[in-house]
């Protein structure tokens, strides 16, 4: 947009607030774009994109972030009067506007009209040191109520490896959501409804006519759903019987239905939990039986506003605008289908249970369907954009080192109870193997072996990209080099075993953070500016919720810290004498402290000693 008047303003004194706030993480790139959008507009009397980039660690040796605005405005104001002449003008007329701050310690144009920018040692060291006596703070947020929808397995059925990103995704964000401060939901859409309920409960009847006294031995339901759903393909009776059972558990006329059903979820939530429990996450169960009688008053009110019609086939459709399918509400047996309890449950969610952000983890291949229900609910008039956030946190594959969908080694499916066993074996194996392994107690080998275990199974799918597929290998989630689990876990015992020594047990890091922070050596100022960098990761994630971005993070932190580590000794004997860089100690806290909040959030147990 051109400056009232038809020219180019004139540069006026720059007035940012850049103070910080003791609660939270301070979030450099935003401070950086937020100073370089007042620059140009005091100087070009224009609204645009700053572009504050952070350098990559190639071209680190000409700034810690870059500006990259001045291209874009000076092909912007092409033609108007005082326009720069070329990008570097622009670039130049920029810098001159920019207040002096504490922030940045530098500016030069460099290329065609790059800003790069370096900050000072003294902001990066006193927020390095913030970490230490303030903890790690997180970035500013406003708080919302948050709904998250993941995990959702059938009951009845054991989870398998096709639930594993959903729930390991899904609890990383509650985990961030909740970090950050926001009012979390975490919901857990169950299936606990429709016909293989009929199926089950009738075969439990028919098997255990005493269900309702005598608590039946029904512990393996796998076993048992397949043996209902054998009778129910084979057997005419028992499948009569078992859509007479759906009706009866739908409607409720029969009391011990409900009770032999409420039976069965109760038996399969038991070892659903068991899952969690070894994954460290924890859900509110709300299947699709919470929203029946939602479902009912819906189609009511559907029907009276003219919203749905009926087909050629006695369906109960609606139709979306543009959309290739509809939404097929009810069924020519009159009965309720996914379309009609996901359009329910995006109402209770949105108009019940008041939720101000909604995220649906659930795989790719659902993006068309959940795009279909999102706009009935705009067409309905239940969603103000302006308002609430709705996310479809898609995801891609796990797939087997063939490349294909991983199974067991038959074709099967992968029980994820057998999964997370055979990382657990494996990594007490590689443990006990080591030459390097600080445990002796055999109960001590089992816990770590349990915690790295996990830490490499959510690391493998966490570190990838959530919305492609990614190979599934045990050999390289296990390795101790490269992006992995394992390497983290390294480094973080390193750096804990550093604090742990005698020599060093005796600082009060506290106390010693309050004072000023010296760099005599480049690998400690790259290591104190990435610690520093962790909020505007924060951020990041919380806008394109990727978790693997805070994966990336963590990692070149960690072989940021090796580099730092292998270069400056924090310990240093010489001669008889013990010399303990106090300021390098600090930055091993530092980096441990961030480390642990990391791990916090993707859901990994600290290992201490390994």
Not at 4 to 20: I, N, W, Y
Not at 281 to 303: D, K, N, V, W
Not at 456 to 474: A, E, H, Q, W
Not at 511 to 526: D, H, N
Request: proline residues 4%; aromatic residues 8%; negative net charge.
């Amino acid at each position: 947009a051109a400056a009232a008047g038809g020219g180019v303003a004139h540069a006026a004194p720059v007035e940012v607030d850049l103070s910080d706030d003791p609660k939270h993480s301070y979030d450099v790139l935003q401070a950086l774009n937020t100073l370089f959008a007042a620059a140009i507009q005091a100087t070009f009397g224009v609204t645009s994109n700053p572009a504050v980039t952070p350098t990559s660690a190639k071209m680190a040796a000409n700034g810690d972030y870059q500006c990259n605005a001045a291209m874009q405005l000076s092909k912007d104001l092409k033609g108007q009067a005082d326009a720069p002449k070329n990008p570097r003008d622009a670039a130049t007329r920029l810098m001159a506007a920019l207040p002096p701050c504490d922030l940045i310690a530098s500016c030069e144009v460099a290329g065609p009209g790059f800003i790069n920018i370096k900050l000072s040692d003294e902001f990066i060291a006193k927020h390095a040191m913030k970490t230490i006596h303030s903890g790690v703070q997180p970035p500013k947020t406003t708080k919302k109520k948050v709904i998250i929808d993941f995990s959702s397995p059938n009951i009845a059925k054991e989870m398998h490896v096709g639930h594993l990103r959903s729930t390991i995704i899904g609890d990383f964000l509650a985990r961030l959501m909740e970090y950050v401060g926001h009012d979390v939901q975490r919901i857990n859409h169950l299936g606990d409804w429709g016909t293989q309920f009929g199926m089950l409960v009738t075969h439990l009847k028919d098997k255990f006519p005493n269900f309702d006294t005598e608590s039946p031995p029904i512990g393996d339901l796998q076993a048992f759903y397949v043996e209902s759903k054998k009778r129910f393909d084979e057997d005419a009776d028992f499948n009569k019987r078992a859509h007479d059972a759906v009706v009866e558990l739908q409607s409720g006329s029969d009391p011990k239905v409900r009770k032999a059903w409420q039976l069965i979820c109760d038996v399969s939530l038991e070892a659903l939990n068991e899952i969690y429990r070894r994954l460290d996450t924890h859900l509110t169960p709300m299947g699709e039986s919470f929203y029946q009688s939602r479902m009912a008053h819906l189609i009511t009110e559907l029907e009276q506003s003219g919203k749905i019609v009926t087909d050629e086939k006695g369906r109960k459709i609606m139709w979306t605008q543009g959309a290739d399918i509809p939404l097929i509400l009810v069924k020519s047996d009159q009965g309720f289908t996914y379309d009609t309890s996901d359009l329910a449950t995006l109402r209770y969610r949105l108009q019940e249970a008041q939720g101000q952000w909604l995220i649906y983890v659930v795989g790719n291949s659902q993006s068309l369907h959940l795009e279909n229900v999102f706009k009935a609910g705009r067409e309905l008039g239940w969603i103000d954009d302006s308002a609430v956030r709705i996310d479809h946190v898609g995801f891609g594959d796990v797939l087997g080192e063939n490349k294909k969908k991983f199974s067991s080694r038959d074709g099967g499916t992968v029980r994820l109870r057998d999964l997370l066993d055979e990382g657990v074996q494996r990594a007490e194996a590689r443990i006990r193997e080591s030459e390097r392994q600080l445990l002796k107690e055999d109960e001590e080998i089992k816990t770590t072996a349990e915690s790295l275990a996990y830490a490499c199974i959510k690391y493998v799918d966490l570190s990838s990209n959530r919305t492609g597929d990614y190979v599934f290998s045990f050999e390289r989630m296990l390795a101790d080099k490269g992006n992995t689990a394992c390497f983290l876990a390294y480094a973080y015992t390193r750096i804990r075993s550093i604090l742990r020594n005698p020599v060093v047990a005796d600082i009060d890091v506290k106390a010693a953070s309050q004072k000023p922070l010296v760099f005599t050596k480049p690998q400690e100022r790259k290591l104190a500016l990435h610690i520093v960098r962790f909020g505007e990761t924060i951020q990041r994630i919380l806008k394109d919720l990727l978790p693997h971005f805070l994966c990336d993070y963590l990692y070149e932190l960690a072989v940021t810290f090796t580099e730092f580590y292998e270069a400056c000794y924090c310990i240093e004997k010489q001669d008889g004498k013990t010399t303990v860089h106090e300021s390098r100690i600090l930055l091993c806290e530092a980096t441990a402290t961030t480390m642990s909040a990391c791990f916090d959030i993707l859901g990994f147990r600290k290992i201490e000693r390994m």
